[in-house]
């Protein structure tokens, strides 16, 4: 089991053209936001930082990933800058970086629980 989903701020057909040849995505509109999801799991998974930067450029971005392997990611970008950075493989913690008082991030139960509570 997985969940890999990530949220861009901008319009539907231009999150829908970032993700241009990806296979086995969903786009769904979300209010302002677009939902994209990876059916496949493997796409979006171990990206570093500076790609999801590029992706969400002056966009704000939130990407979420996890697994029953105990992986998870995390990462918040908002105004070019990212604002919140959790990775963590097989259970242990590999990256743990920046703060969000709206967004506490702190293991792989509470991206699990973002997910459900806002990524729907």
């Not at 506490?104 to 509470?110: A, E, F, H, K, L």
């Amino acid at each position: 089991m997985f969940a890999c989903k990530v949220m861009i701020k901008a319009p539907l057909e231009q999150v829908k053209a970032r993700f241009e040849g990806y296979e086995d995505m969903e786009f769904s509109q979300k209010g302002d936001w677009v939902l994209a999801e990876d059916f496949s799991g493997t796409q979006l998974f171990g990206w570093e930082v500076s790609a999801w930067l590029e992706l969400a450029g002056e966009d704000e971005l939130i990407y979420a990933y996890y697994d029953e392997d105990m992986n998870t990611e995390f990462i918040f970008v908002q105004n070019g800058l990212c604002m919140r950075a959790y990775q963590e493989y097989d259970g242990e913690v590999d990256t743990d970086q920046g703060e969000d008082p709206d967004i506490p991030i702190s293991g792989w139960t509470d991206v699990a629980d973002y997910m459900d509570d806002h990524m729907v």
